[in-house]
């Protein structure tokens, strides 16, 4: 393999691991405090189809990406409610969002099936864009790209660093003691779910808009569930997220690696890869039970009502 | 101590408060005065914790009025608490077991007192010496003993100057030489002008240390009075009314054969921030109580797993019964073999909240009521009613779930569930915790019934006066070592209060060396 | 003024009024949602709801569909029961149809008796082997079965796409990605001739009076309820939670690859590329609205069946996209849930205002 054909392919395993860096920054945070949303995929179409179809009406990107952001924040309110207000089970609620969204998109997105727009175009970062190798990888990318390297620094920080993240952390480690010290802990999770729903929108936009730019049903492939598994891959780290996410994307653009090497596979075997990757790094990365419960929010998927006596 | 010309600190003014289905507080006024330590004193459900929560912020009244140095206050939050000058230590502690003890204490602060106090560290170490806690602000919270996270709540509190500070049954996790040490604390922030509120139902600390105590039953102050001038018994007799049956002493026996031995058992903690085994042996005889001492959190749930199989781990030899390894069988075989075990956790453990007692005594108990692997309602239903009937159980019948019943009378269901099916062994843990005071006499007789019919019981308990009571044979377990067993009679609480500190420890392992 | 307050014992009468409640709000939601579109109301309900249930032909179409609806929910019943939380009922259809085809395609020139059984018991096992690689997975190196399940609802999808362009491919098919016609001999005997109604729907009912008689009537399936009610319950009592986990996952793959397998060799007769319009998803719904109770499971599967027929006839006959119907799904999933709220808490409504 050449030095061109590696660089296209670490180039277009970051576009194509971007749509699952956003919903799993998305998750980690919803995670972190306590919540775990099952809803991804359905909120994640539901921001690619209206993302879509903003663009579609108005002709601008830009708005198609609002819209979306928006629109995943909605679907991920309707979630919120239902577990944090109603103590409805996480699980259940997640996938009825799931198949709800699923539906949703299909159903308002009939109208513009096969579609094109203009999307977001590539803009080479002066400058960094002309370091050898990494530059081409890392700074001829679009806008979204740049953002989700933008957030993911900014999550470093603000988990990592600031009373914000200790105070996500001790929400999602023990909710009756957050809540004993004063912490708002159903604030919390109701910004932590929303700002799940606001990366899924992102990440549905990026899908629509960029990555192939179209709306087709069920576009998004699983990755909303993909994007959870990559949460446990990454020990609930923000850093690794972002690695994983990439190594996820090298492994849906393997067909590209292959051709490089000159084998041929069928494609709908190759199609497997990332499901069969991510079985696989689930298998490992569970298989040490005392390191994943040290590392999961303790209080993950658990309700918690602050009308109860503690 | 005049201080009438004084201002309280705290008044609290006809404080009601309804939970769903309970009155947890009627009408209840208190007034606490600057330095005075006060107690709240009270049987479990009497109403202490929802009254502290009050004070907290945590829960809000539905009527009455709370005055603070003199002004009406409406405290909505404990934030709004703090910014009074009120701490709070929780009975279970509201620590984050995956952050330092210096995050633990800027998560309670607001921005103006952290810029207040400029570096956190230094002063949580300036007023660690200050006070003789001994808190280091960098440890991880879960690297800390129960008593040293008490340590922290307190520091906590006393970062944001505090001007009340309220305990919920301090003591219930230390052993005596550290509750000797926490007093120490108290008298001295008790001297610079700092209230204390003290929850506790240890009458012979209360009577040591406060100065004045409210005495609550159901919801309702029954009595007021000056500790000093009462005894325990009297005491006691004002907590629980005048139904108050005392449990007598209860004579000891000596076992006869060895049924049930654990030994050498060795094991790493299965859950993070868990205890691990060291080395434990002891044996079982038939006809004896033996009881082990210690703090919450010294190995105890974990030697309770393996023994009964949760913990599914193969310890093969390491446990015997009848002279037969069972540390290999499965924890359904083990009962099968006789032995029965009685949770700490009475509900989501020892019975399922959502079902029937028909259906919980099924839990445990299928022997004779499964044929064919068809299940055989109406004989359980029989059952469960004599069991009811046998045991007292206050319930509205057999069909009633589990989650309806009050802790005692889910205890004696329980307990009678698992004598019933006439174990050899059975393990027993924390029996009477939060039982009112006529069920555990119930309780209490029904384990010495079933020792003087033979069988082997082993009584894990926090409560170190139950313990001389009732057993037999005595031991103390300290961060997963157990302690010599001796005879009940040859021992006293000082020692089993050492042992529950781990002074055994390193002489023990000498002895062990020098043996082998 | 209204306050929510919780029950002291929880309702009986809403654990059965909840599901009904939850259709009610839908059925209002999908009318504000055909009006919002433009659509008649009353008019998309009809064809919906009634029309479905209008003539003889339709009846026996909604039982072909309620079929594996069925089959699938009870064995999810049972997992979820359980705790196990298998989403991979589609899957498990998806492997059951691809493996009863494979045996089926063997069997194509033969009339032989045993075909059909053995084709039927290929679909099953296959159903089971997709059930068990998550499980053992789960219990051998404690992997989330949430996320294996579904994945390998992916994998099976693209496994039977793959075989149906390769291996399965009929010779003499042009080239479409479809296998050959089966014989007569591996085809499910249709009940009625003039209906297309064939025995996979005696499976799914079956499926259903034998889930629950395990659930209610046998030791076995008194564990399976602690286990999903109370685990620390289940672990101090004893019950394996690995030969229960087993069994809940086995039966729910057995009766899912039945059901794929019925699909091919009952109304399809042959392996397509799309046996299933997410039976296995849906699956999941109609186990919630019957309470996870194999009969309440019959209940919400016609239900669940006449939705899918009134979403084919809407698309025929008002031009309302087919995916109104997995959306449907979801809303009623969500009052569902929001309904069962109020089995553990109600509204009371008081007089005098707090404080």
Redesign the interface.
């Known amino acids: 393999m050449d030095s061109d054909l590696i660089v296209q392919i670490l180039f277009a395993a970051i576009k194509t691991g971007t749509p699952l860096l956003f919903i799993a920054l998305g998750e980690l945070i919803c995670e972190k405090s306590g919540v775990l949303n099952?809803g991804q995929e359905?909120m994640m179409l539901m921001g690619a189809v209206v993302g879509f179809l903003a663009a579609y009406g108005t002709g601008s990107a830009g708005l198609g990406v609002l819209a979306a952001m928006l629109m995943g924040c909605l679907m991920s309110l309707?979630f919120a409610a239902?577990v944090l207000h109603?103590?409805?089970?996480q699980?259940?609620?997640g996938?009825?969002?799931?198949?709800?969204?699923?539906?949703?998109?299909?159903?308002v997105g009939?109208g513009v099936v096969g579609q094109t727009i203009q999307g977001f175009q590539p803009i080479a970062i002066p400058l960094l864009s002309d370091i050898p190798f990494i530059g081409k990888i890392l700074f001829t990318h679009d806008i979204l790209v740049y953002s989700s390297f933008a957030i993911t620094f900014a999550l470093l920080y603000v988990v990592n660093k600031t009373?914000i993240g200790?105070?996500l952390?001790?929400v999602g480690?023990?909710p009756?003691?957050?809540?004993?010290?004063?912490?708002k802990v159903l604030r919390v999770r109701y910004l932590s779910v929303m700002f799940g729903g606001v990366m899924a929108g992102m990440a549905g936009a990026y899908m629509s808009l960029v990555y192939t730019p179209m709306w087709v049903?069920n576009m998004t492939?699983?990755r909303g569930?993909i994007a959870?598994?990559l949460v446990?891959f990454a020990s609930w780290r923000v850093g690794r997220i972002m690695l994983g996410a990439y190594l996820f994307g090298l492994a849906s653009i393997m067909h590209l690696v292959l051709q490089g090497l000159g084998w041929s596979i069928?494609p709908?075997?190759l199609?497997?890869l990332p499901?069969?990757a991510?079985?696989i790094v689930?298998?490992i990365i569970?298989?040490d039970?005392?390191k994943?419960?040290?590392l999961a929010p303790?209080s993950l998927g658990k309700p918690f009502d602050p009308?109860q006596?503690? | 101590m005049k201080r009438s010309n004084l201002v309280s600190r705290l008044e609290l003014v006809s404080i009601t408060k309804q939970y769903p289905g309970c009155l947890a507080n009627d009408d209840i006024s208190i007034s606490l005065m600057p330095g005075e330590i006060h107690a709240l004193l009270g049987e479990n459900g009497a109403g202490k914790s929802t009254l502290v929560k009050t004070i907290y912020g945590v829960v809000s009244p539905d009527k009455g009025d709370i005055i603070w140095d003199g002004r009406e206050v409406s405290i909505k939050s404990p934030s709004i608490a703090r910014d009074l000058g009120i701490g709070m230590v929780f009975q279970h502690f509201s620590l984050f077991e995956t952050l330092t003890v210096s995050q633990n204490i800027e998560l309670c602060l607001s921005k103006t007192q952290l810029n207040a106090i400029g570096n956190l560290a230094e002063r949580i170490v300036q007023l660690s010496k200050e006070y003789g806690l001994n808190v280091n602000p960098d440890r991880y919270v879960h690297s800390l003993s129960i008593g040293e996270r008490q340590r922290v709540e307190i520091m906590r509190c006393l970062v944001q100057s505090v001007k009340l500070l309220i305990l919920d049954e301090p003591t219930s996790v230390l052993t005596p030489q550290e509750v000797a040490g926490l007093f120490d604390v108290l008298r001295t922030l008790s001297k610079e002008g700092c209230s204390i509120l003290f929850i506790s139902h240890k009458l012979h600390e209360v009577t040591e240390i406060c100065h004045k105590a409210t005495i609550l039953r159901g919801g309702r102050v029954v009595e007021t009075c000056v500790p000093q001038e009462e005894t325990p018994a009297s005491i006691a007799k004002m907590m629980v009314g005048d139904l108050a049956e005392q449990d007598a002493g209860y004579a000891k026996k000596i076992g006869t054969k060895s049924l049930f031995n654990v030994n050498c058992l060795s094991l790493p903690a299965k859950q993070p921030f868990g205890t691990s085994l060291k080395d434990i042996s002891f044996e079982l005889k038939s006809g004896e109580i033996l009881g082990v001492a210690g703090v919450a959190g010294n190995g105890q749930d974990e030697l309770m797993a393996i023994i009964s199989g949760e913990d599914e781990r193969d310890v093969k030899n390491s446990l015997t019964l009848e002279d037969k390894a069972i540390g290999h069988l499965h924890a359904g075989d083990r009962r099968k073999l006789g032995m029965a075990y009685v949770p700490e956790e009475r509900l989501g453990r020892g019975a399922v909240p959502d079902m029937s007692l028909t259906e919980n005594t099924l839990l445990t108990h299928s022997d004779g009521f499964i044929k064919k692997g068809l299940v055989d309602w109406p004989s359980i239903q029989k059952y469960t009613e004599t069991l009811i009937a046998k045991y007292k159980v206050k319930c509205h019948g057999e069909f009633s779930e589990a989650k309806s019943l009050s802790g005692g009378n889910l205890q004696k269901f329980i307990m009678g569930r698992e004598i019933g099916q006439n174990p050899k062994v059975l393990i027993c843990a924390h029996p009477t915790w939060g039982v009112d005071v006529g069920a555990a006499l119930a309780i209490h007789q029904a384990l010495l019934a079933l020792r003087d019919q033979g069988a082997a019981i082993l009584l894990i308990s926090e409560d170190i006066d139950e313990l001389f009571l009732l057993a037999d044979r005595m031991a103390a377990v300290c961060d997963g070592h157990l302690s010599p067993v001796v005879k009940t009679e040859s021992t006293n609480i000082d020692q089993i209060g050492q042992w529950m500190a781990g002074t055994f420890i390193n002489s023990n392992n000498d002895f062990k060396g020098a043996k082998s | 003024m209204i306050r929510i307050q919780a029950r002291t014992e929880p309702s009986s009468m809403m654990k059965i009024a909840s599901p009904l409640l939850a259709i009610v709000l839908t059925l209002i939601f999908g009318g504000i949602l055909f009006s919002a579109i433009g659509k008649s109301p009353t008019q998309a309900l009809h064809v919906l709801l009634i029309a479905p249930l209008a003539d003889s032909y339709n009846i026996g179409e909604m039982f072909v569909k309620m079929g594996p609806l069925l089959l699938c929910a009870v064995g999810l019943s049972l997992c979820y029961r359980a705790n196990m939380w298998n989403i991979g009922a589609e899957g498990q259809l998806l492997a059951g149809a691809l493996g009863g085809s494979a045996m089926a395609l063997y069997f194509v020139d033969s009339e032989s008796a045993f075909a059909l059984p053995i084709t039927l018991l290929a679909g099953i096992a296959s159903g089971m082997i997709w059930a068990a690689i998550p499980t053992f997975l789960k219990l051998k190196f404690n992997s989330n079965l949430i996320l294996t399940t579904i994945m390998f609802n992916y994998i099976a999808l693209y496994l039977l796409i793959w075989a149906v362009h390769g291996p399965l491919r009929d010779p003499q098919g042009f080239g479409f990605p479809e296998s050959a016609m089966f014989s007569d001999a591996t085809l499910l005997p249709t009940l009625f001739d003039s209906s297309r109604i064939h025995l996979g729907i005696v499976f799914a009912i079956l499926s259903g009076v034998i889930g629950w008689f395990i659930l209610s009537k046998t030791h076995l399936g008194f564990q399976i309820q602690v286990f999903g009610a109370d685990e620390p319950a289940a672990r101090y009592a004893g019950f394996s939670s690995k030969k229960l986990s087993w069994l809940v996952m086995l039966f729910a793959g057995a009766l899912a690859g039945l059901a794929g397998v019925s699909e091919t060799t009952g109304p399809i007769g042959q392996l397509v590329p799309n046996v299933s319009p997410g039976y296995g998803y849906s699956a999941i719904i109609v186990a919630y609205l019957g309470r996870l109770h194999p009969i309440g499971a019959i209940l919400a599967a016609i239900f669940m069946a006449v939705l899918y027929m009134g979403g084919d006839l809407a698309q025929i006959e008002m031009g309302i996209p087919v995916a109104v119907v997995s959306m449907f799904q979801g809303v009623l999933l969500f009052f569902l849930l929001a309904c069962d709220f109020f089995i553990n808490n109600r509204l009371a409504f008081s007089n005098h205002a707090t404080n």
């Not at chain 1, 009756?176 to 912490?183: F, K, R, T, V, Y």
Request: hydrophobic share 55%; charged share 10%; glycine share 8%.
């Open positions: 099952l359905g309707i239902l109603l103590g409805a089970n699980v259940a609620t996938l009825a969002l799931t198949i709800f969204g699923t539906g949703l998109s299909a159903f009939s009373r200790l105070t952390k001790a480690e023990n009756h003691a957050a809540n004993a010290i004063g912490i049903e492939a699983g569930w959870l598994a446990v069928s709908n075997l199609a497997m499901y069969v991510t079985v689930m298998v569970s298989a039970q005392f994943e419960k040290l303790r009308r006596m503690a």
